[in-house]
């Protein structure tokens, strides 16, 4: 069974300038979770998917930030304008459903200067 | 509201020495609890989890957490490590509310196993 597939893998951009990211999650797996990961701490939920639908935006910053999952299958989250304090890594989970075990991708490391 | 605090940022250790990561959490509500790797350059791999029953859970590759709930505790060991095991190690915690299954993690614990 393929894992949660992430790209890129690596990105460096300017600050205010626009980065997309991609994920494909596990098949047939319902929830998709994206996760922010600042170095030195633990990765926080940015925003939580059930199919297409988002059921948990609270700690997304959305005067920047978006994210999408049109079909119910792969995601893209979006930062425009990145700030310096938006490098990070990160995080693509999904699971069968919101109760089940998270299965987590390899991650997209962003550095912003 | 709920925080875990993961209290060594850092736990260098001898090949074949015994080892203990600790984890403490805080939550108004009852709470499922996790222990995730993150080998270098990978995503998160689930190690164990509790979710009710025994309070002690083991892993398939040696390692055990025990769930305290009077302590709020769910400390990860191992009795003896292998250079493998050198890793970044996640405490996590999910509220049992019946709804959405959050994860809130604490900040994380290297591991560095020496030979």
Redesign the interface.
Known sequence: EAGVAQSPRYKIIEKRQSVAFWCNPISGHATLYWYQQILGQGPKLLIQFQNNGVVDDSQLPKDRFSAERLKGVDSTLKIQPAKLEDSAVYLCASSTDSQETQYFGPGTRLLVL | AQS?TQLD?QVPVFEEAPVELRCNYSSSVSVYLFW?VQYP??????LL?YLSGSTLVESINGFEAEFNKSQTSFHLRKPSVHISDTAEY?C?VTPISG?????I????TRLAVHP
């Open positions: 875990v940022s995730y350059n990978q995503g998160l791999q689930l989890k996640f996590a709804g959405y299954n959050k994860l993690f604490g900040a994380g």
